[in-house]
């Protein structure tokens, strides 16, 4: 099976295109006001009305109030929500839409008890732990911290590029990988010769895979 996609941090209907073209399956659209990234309801609309079809809408959330997740997913067509803070489970459900959990990644995080303590999870994304600035800021954790037990689909996240994503796949079989800063020109703006190397790296960890 092949590794999905996202291109998180989309700021732009040009960077958007970019990435449908390239072959992702999702881009990810951040709601956390103090991200270089944010993007209000207006900005988030006029994207999601230039994607094609088959390209998925994740909304990115840290420590929302719910009525801020409603009044957002009530105007805007996201299909998945991903919760990036502390988040408990009772705080990621009830909004018609399936979500996926953010691990922050350190020193004593268990992920397996973290994805035990949500179990309407459809999946976990397994990311640095960053306290202010809740991902983006291409940090990588220790990969060795990724359980080989999953009883739901992992995304690796965290300091991917298109220089080491081949690697992460080969040697640890995510379900999706989520990149962000390591595809940019600057915070914000993507640059399209990195999200077609990054593709094309994705491409060749799933070659190796399949050769193994």
Same mark, same amino acid.
């Given at each position: 099976?092949?590794?999905?996609?996202?291109?998180?941090?989309?700021?732009?209907?040009?960077? %958007?295109?970019?990435?449908?073209?390239?072959?992702?399956?999702?881009?990810?659209?951040?709601? $956390?006001?103090?991200?270089?990234?944010?993007?209000?309801?207006?900005?988030?609309?006029?994207?999601?009305?230039?994607?094609?079809?088959?390209?998925?809408?994740?909304?990115?959330?840290?420590?929302?109030?719910?009525?801020?997740?409603?009044?957002?997913?009530? &105007?805007?067509?996201?299909?998945?929500?991903?919760?990036?803070?502390?988040?408990? %489970?009772?705080?990621?459900?009830?909004? #018609?839409?399936?979500?996926?959990?953010?691990?922050?990644?350190? %020193?004593?995080?268990?992920?397996?008890?973290?994805?035990?303590?949500?179990?309407?999870?459809?999946?976990?994304?397994?990311?640095? $732990?960053?306290?202010?600035?809740?991902?983006?800021?291409?940090?990588?954790?220790?990969?060795?911290?990724?359980? &080989?037990?999953?009883?739901?689909?992992?995304?690796? %996240?965290?300091?991917?590029?298109?220089?080491?994503?081949?690697?992460?796949?080969?040697?640890?079989?995510?379900?999706?990988?989520?990149?962000?800063?390591?595809?940019?020109?600057?915070?914000?703006?993507?640059?399209?010769?990195?999200?077609?190397?990054?593709?094309?790296?994705?491409?060749?960890?799933? #070659?190796?895979?399949?050769?193994?």
């Amino acid at each position: 099976m092949r590794t999905r996609v996202k291109i998180c941090g989309i700021t732009r209907v040009e960077d %958007a295109l970019v990435a449908a073209r390239a072959g992702a399956d999702a881009i990810g659209l951040v709601f $956390y006001r103090a991200s270089p990234r944010h993007v209000d309801v207006q900005q988030a609309q006029t994207l999601c009305r230039a994607l094609p079809p088959f390209v998925s809408v994740v909304g990115l959330f840290v420590n929302p109030s719910r009525e801020e997740v409603e009044a957002i997913t009530a &105007a805007v067509p996201v299909d998945l929500l991903q919760f990036h803070g502390h988040e408990p %489970a009772d705080c990621c459900t009830g909004f #018609a839409r399936p979500y996926i959990k953010a691990i922050g990644m350190q %020193a004593g995080v268990d992920p397996v008890a973290v994805m035990a303590e949500h179990p309407h999870a459809s999946g976990f994304l397994l990311d640095t $732990y960053q306290p202010e600035n809740h991902g983006g800021g291409g940090l990588a954790f220790d990969w060795s911290q990724v359980p &080989a037990r999953r009883d739901r689909p992992l995304i690796l %996240a965290g300091g991917l590029t298109p220089e080491n994503v081949a690697g992460a796949i080969e040697q640890l079989g995510p379900f999706g990988v989520d990149v962000s800063s390591g595809v940019e020109q600057h915070k914000g703006i993507k640059s399209e010769v990195k999200i077609e190397a990054f593709m094309r790296g994705v491409e060749r960890g799933d #070659a190796s895979r399949t050769r193994s």
